[in-house]
């Protein structure tokens, strides 16, 4: 059985298609990438996991419970936890404090249901001390956000992901805006995630980095998903290769 | 010292019942929602309050009555703004409190119409109100400590991150104007305790910009915004005596001044200071120290 099923989703903009009748699996244990160009609706598909776009048709399933109609915070306390394409930190807290907003509303281990009870103290700081060690934040626990290098930003929100434990993380464009440097190694840091045991979905344009960390990889294009596979086999596809060209024939 | 306090006993038992309404407006802000509600239960229990002193109510009686009202009220006004988001929620607020308005204005035999209630026993001092503030700051501090603390940081600042680590922004919001409706409550009842009266103008404008200046001049960042805020509104009067019939205009020109120069307020500038000597402090050590001894 697949951790999460998405069955002809359709999300619409007034006339734009921008999810077009998606059908994915996401399976337990893989880092899957998600790439496409610009617009093809890979945000709005994160969006529709999560519960930020309303579905116009399709459904998603979280393991055989369907979490589409509901809103992100249920989604949320059922296992799914996202990053935003833009860094969203809070900058009244610490990292630290940032990091345990995280497990704040998270539930006890072994309820898939959102309908657990919240964690007690001992099991937040065990897991935000993890989150922290996993991410190497721990020197700018102390800090406050606007501290940090943007690099390291983005490292917090992973960690708050990472600290809630769920069972599948959903990234759109953590590489953004970083070196080459800061690239490698958050790309080492997120394969030492999957290894603890979590499912990624990674948004990423950067193929180095797509065939590095994902085990699959779906390529969207105008709202559908237009191929998916082993990373290699599918970036060689001509139509995959034409929608990444697609600006030379496609306008004309 | 003495005589000035004998002096003052007004002006500073008035400011803490400003207080405890100014905590009414702040625990609404403080989770992003822009309600003036508290000035609608401020006056529900205001006339409430009053109306049931004339027949010999006894005080404490009167109290949880105007608590259970503003309780229930509270709580079908938020359970029915939740439902509306952003200025059409505030356009909710500030409609219960233009209706509140007209029935205290036409209702003559009830509220006295435009002259109000007068005449009233004196129930509570300076020193009562003192306790009561302290009472409340003391809980509201406990209160938004850790966790809940957070969860309304990141609904002041960002609905969208609020939602995505699993706060039910409805739940709080519910949770918020319920509250807000109960200090709102218990204020207007102190009110008129302290005051021995109720008068139509309490229901008017000019206690909703009184109680929008203390927010704005406070914050909303933490408890003792409000706490500033009433203190600056209360002896405003007294610092701008000088000023004369301009005095609204000079209290106009503070608070635009500080919207521009101090958006957060009061307690947000205290701890943005806070948050610079803890970076101060956290880079110096570091540079002192080995980067690997210091541990987070
Ligand atoms: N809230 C919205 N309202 C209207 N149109 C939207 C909205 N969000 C997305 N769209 C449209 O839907 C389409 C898909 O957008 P989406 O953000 O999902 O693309 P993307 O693949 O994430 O692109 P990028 O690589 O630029 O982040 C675009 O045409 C976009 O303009
Ligand atoms: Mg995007």
């Known amino acids: 059985m697949s951790l999460l ?58 393991n055989d419970e369907q979490i589409s109609g509901m809103r992100p915070d249920q989604i949320f306390t059922r296992g799914i936890s996202r990053t935003f394409q833009s860094i969203r930190l809070l900058s009244t807290l610490t990292v630290r404090e940032n990091i345990l907003i995280g497990t704040d509303r998270a539930r006890a281990e072994g309820d898939g249901r959102g309908a657990g009870k919240l964690l007690p103290r001992d099991a937040v700081n065990d897991r935000v001390d993890h989150a922290v060690a996993l991410l190497g934040l721990e020197k700018f626990a102390g800090d406050f956000p606007s501290q940090l290098p943007y690099g390291l930003q983005r490292r917090v929100e992973i960690a708050r992901s990472v600290a809630s434990r769920p069972e599948l993380i959903l990234l759109d464009e953590p590489f953004a805006g970083m070196s080459r440097a800061e690239r490698d190694e958050l790309s080492d840091v997120l394969i030492e995630i999957a290894d603890d045991g979590f499912t990624l979905l990674v948004i990423e344009h950067d193929m180095r980095i797509i065939h590095k960390i994902c085990s699959h990889l779906f390529v969207m294009n105008f709202g559908r998903c237009i191929a998916e596979g082993s990373p290699r086999e599918t970036a060689e596809l001509e139509i995959v290769q034409e929608a990444y060209l697609g600006k030379q024939h496609g306008t004309a | 010292m003495i005589s000035w306090l004998a002096y003052y006993d007004d002006v500073i038992g008035h400011m803490f019942v400003l207080m405890i309404l100014a905590f009414s407006m702040y625990v609404v802000m403080r989770v992003g929602v822009f309600s003036v509600a508290s000035i609608g239960f401020w006056a529900i229990a205001g ?21 259970l009202v503003s309780g ?13 988001s952003g200025l059409s929620l505030t356009m909710v607020t500030i409609a219960f409190v233009l209706l509140l308005q007209v029935i205290v204005l036409n209702w ?21 109100l003192l306790a009561v503030v302290i009472v409340v700051a003391v809980l509201l501090a406990l209160y938004e400590r850790g966790r ?12 969208q991150l609020a939602q995505s680590v699993g706060i039910d922004i409805r739940r709080q919001r519910i949770v918020a104007l319920t509250l807000s409706a109960l200090l709102g409550g218990l204020a207007g009842c102190l009110n008129v305790f302290q005051t021995g009266m109720m008068v139509s103008n309490e229901v008017g404008f000019h206690v909703v910009v009184d109680a929008l200046t203390m927010v704005i001049l406070g914050g909303t960042a933490a408890w003792y915004g409000p706490v500033i805020g009433a203190a600056i509104l209360a002896w405003l009067p007294q610092m701008l005596s000088f000023a004369d019939e301009w005095r609204l205009a000079v209290q106009g020109v503070i608070i635009v001044v500080v919207l521009v120069f101090a958006p957060q307020g009061a307690a947000g500038l205290i701890q943005r200071l806070a948050r610079g000597v803890a970076a101060k402090r956290r880079s110096s050590l570091l540079k002192r120290r080995e980067p690997q001894d210091v541990s987070a």
């Open chain 2, 108 to 128: 003559e035999d009830v509220t006295g119409g435009s002259l109000g209630i007068f005449g009233l026993p004196v129930h509570i001092g300076t020193y009562g």
């Open chain 2, 47 to 67: 006339y409430g309050a009053a109306i049931a002193d004339q027949y010999d109510v006894p005080p404490l009686l009167i109290v949880g009555g105007a608590l």
């Open chain 1, 5 to 62: 099923s998405i069955v002809d989703a359709q999300v619409r903009f007034g006339g734009v298609r921008a999810v077009d009748g998606v059908t994915i699996s996401l399976e337990r244990g893989n880092v899957h990438g998600l790439v496409g160009p610009n617009g093809s609706g890979k945000t709005t598909l994160v969006n529709a996991i999560s519960g930020f776009a309303r579905l116009h048709d399709g459904s998603v399933t979280l």
């Open chain 2, 148 to 159: 809940t603390g957070r969860a309304q940081d990141s609904l002041l600042h960002d609905e």
């Open chain 2, 72 to 84: 229930v009220f509270g709580l079908l006004l938020a359970l029915l703004a939740v439902r509306l």
